[in-house]
């Protein structure tokens, strides 16, 4: 079992829905990240926080907005999204920057 | 931006057999991670190597980093149906990309019984 907790598993929502992605860790990591993962593809690097604050934003459009309310938490806020954002949403996290990466087994995301 | 290679993209092997994947780079990683994932869960950390020259083992697997700690490969031997699965490689870039992994395009592996 993964120690970083996605949820929810699936998402299925609407272009003009509102929804939110949730990460959990309670190994201590100070950093965590978002990704993006289409079929049979590597996973990209969305954002990057580092003691709650963002440190890394990959040009993300602003349909996708994160937040990390605490040390343990990660949110993605979801907004007016389109048909290609469907993908695999994974969450990581890390001791601090520069270490090895922990992944959740992510939110199948689907865009109706 | 630095960019892994990886290869091959895909292997299909019988049980028993020995596999050998490979990540290259041009520029200089200060660590690279191996990770394998399998369909619907996300990528687990297998190993990180971060001295030029290193070698690990993980029971079957052996990763190795160059000297030179551009390139790496990951040697498995007499694979198993549980051995299939993703096979992706991850640099850390140097300093002013702190915690960014530069992934490589991954190796699809499938062990037949």
């Known amino acids: 079992d993964t120690e970083v907790t996605q949820t929810p598993k699936h998402l299925v929502m609407g272009m003009t829905n509102k929804k939110s992605l949730k990460c959990e860790q309670h190994m201590g990591h100070r950093a965590m990240y978002w990704y993006k993962q289409k079929a049979k593809k590597p996973p990209e690097l969305m954002f990057v926080?580092?003691?709650?604050?963002?440190?890394i934003n990959e040009s993300v459009p602003s349909r996708f907005s994160p937040e990390c309310p605490n040390s343990s938490l990660l949110n993605l806020h979801l907004h007016a999204l389109q048909p290609e954002d469907s993908a695999l949403y994974l969450c990581?996290?890390?001791?601090?920057?520069?270490?090895?990466?922990?992944f959740g087994d992510g939110t199948r995301l689907s865009i109706l | 931006t630095q960019l892994l290679e990886q290869s091959p993209q895909f292997l299909s092997i019988q049980e028993g057999e020995n596999l050998t994947v490979y990540c290259n780079s041009s520029s200089v990683f200060s660590s690279l991670q191996w990770y394998r994932q399998e369909p619907g869960e996300g990528p687990v950390l297998l190993v990180t190597?971060?001295?030029?020259?290193e070698v690990k083992k993980l029971k079957r697997l052996t990763f190795q980093f160059g000297d030179a700690r551009k390139d790496s490969s990951l040697h498995i031997t007499a694979a198993q149906p549980g051995d299939t699965g993703l096979y992706l490689c991850a640099g850390e870039e140097t300093t002013d990309s702190w915690g960014k992994l530069q992934f490589g395009a991954g190796t699809q592996v499938v062990v037949t019984p």
């Open positions: 990581a996290s890390s001791l601090t920057g520069g270490q090895p990466q922990h």
């Open positions: 190597v971060v001295t030029g020259g």
């Open positions: 926080y580092s003691y709650e604050k963002l440190s």
